[in-house]
Structures are given as C-alpha cells and as structure tokens.
C-alpha cells in the first residue's frame, strides 16, 4: 500500500528531517526572506463505522491501527499560497499591521472541479462542489509546521472526478492547487481525508 508522505511527523514512521527550502521550489516569497509552502495527499478510506467519533477514527489512522481500510493514496501535492488584497499572505501582512478585520485561522476547505491553474490573485475556487469543509484535525507539530486533516464522509462528496483544493481562513481563500497526476476520482461507498502540511522558513 503507497506510504503517507504528510502526517504528523511529515513521514509516517520515521522522525521528520528538516531541510532548507529553496527559492526555486517556493511559490511564495517575501522581500524579507520568509518563505511559506503547503504540500498534501488525499487517501480514500473506507466508510467510518457511525458508532466511531470523527476524530477518534482519524487518530487511529495516525496510530497506524485502521491501515487495511485504507484504499489508496495519492502522490504529494503541491499548493499556491495567494497573494493579493484580502487573500491569502495578505491576511498575514493585515495582522502585522493589528488589521484583524478577517480572521488568520485556517479552519475551511473546499474541493472542486475546475482546471484553471491556480493564479495570486485567486478569491475562490473555479468550480466548487463540497465547501465550508471544517477542519477536523489541526495543531503545530514544529516550530515551522503546521498539520492539518481535512475529512469528508462518502455522502458529502458525490462520485466524480476532483481537480481542485483550497483553504480558507473563515471567508477568504489562502491557498488554492490543482489536483493532478492524477486526479482524485471519488468512487461508490468511500471516504476521503486530505491530509495537509504548512511550513515556513526563514532562509
């Protein structure tokens, strides 16, 4: 079964070794030198038993102790962080200046269908299907890191082809990606967790 790449610990069973992030492989910057990347991978699982609480059903998948209802496991993906007013490293700079008019907490998700790559300048996603997604699991688990996991049972999410994701600090987007190589394909009588990563860096 492929391995989860994003977890807790960024690699499932081994310790997480820090590594400094390139420019050139950092979509986001600024002129100061911090730097902001988001990566994540979509599993299919097979549905939650209605008697296992939400967020006692995803520990288990952390603990390794539900990994044969674990159907697949898509390759990292990587995002675009927006940067534009009111969106995105925007919201950052906003509460810099003690401007909190929108929130910062990433606590929403959405997930969708369309195939425009994704632009700075992004307010939303190109086509929707699932949105407010709440945020089920979310914590720092480094200094540099935060984790979160994204949860939508078998009938919130229609069977189809997705090709986009997005988070969102309450109402506002902050990063946006297109799902591909492949695609994420929701089939009959399945859940879907996206499992995300943040970092920063200074250098």
């Given at each position: 079964?492929?391995?989860?790449l ?6 499932e069973?081994?310790?997480?070794k820090?590594?400094?992030?390139k420019?050139?492989k950092i979509?986001n910057?600024?002129?100061n ?6 990566r994540y991978?979509?599993?299919t ?5 209605d ?8 520990k288990m998948r ?9 159907r697949?496991v898509?390759p990292v ?13 925007n919201?950052?700079m906003q509460?810099?200046?003690g401007d ?9 998700a ?14 939303a ?9 709440p945020r089920?699991?979310?914590e ?9 996991e ?6 919130e999410l229609?069977?189809g082809?997705?090709t ?7 109402t506002q987007?902050f990063?946006?990606s297109?799902i591909?190589?492949?695609t ?13 990563s943040i970092?920063?860096?200074?250098s």
């Amino acid at each position: 079964m492929p391995r989860v790449l994003i977890n807790k610990k960024l690699i499932e069973g081994q310790e997480k070794k820090k590594s400094k992030l390139k420019k050139r492989k950092i979509g986001n910057k600024s002129v100061n030198g911090f730097y902001v990347r988001g990566r994540y991978q979509i599993l299919t699982l097979d549905p939650k038993p209605d008697h296992v609480p939400t967020e006692e059903w995803l520990k288990m998948r952390r603990d390794g102790r539900i990994a044969k209802h674990i159907r697949s496991v898509s390759p990292v993906h990587e995002n675009l962080i927006m940067l534009d007013t009111d969106v995105g490293l925007n919201l950052i700079m906003q509460h810099f200046s003690g401007d909190v008019t929108y929130p910062l907490e990433i606590d929403l998700a959405a997930i969708g269908t369309g195939t425009t790559a994704p632009a700075s300048t992004d307010t939303a996603l190109e086509t929707p299907v699932v949105t407010s997604i709440p945020r089920a699991i979310g914590e720092l688990t480094a200094v540099d890191t935060f984790y979160t996991e994204w949860f939508i049972t078998n009938d919130e999410l229609a069977n189809g082809e997705y090709t986009e994701f997005a988070l969102y600090c309450g109402t506002q987007i902050f990063a946006r990606s297109l799902i591909e190589s492949p695609t994420h394909t929701k089939a009959d009588n399945e859940d879907t967790l996206i499992v995300y990563s943040i970092t920063c860096a200074n250098s």
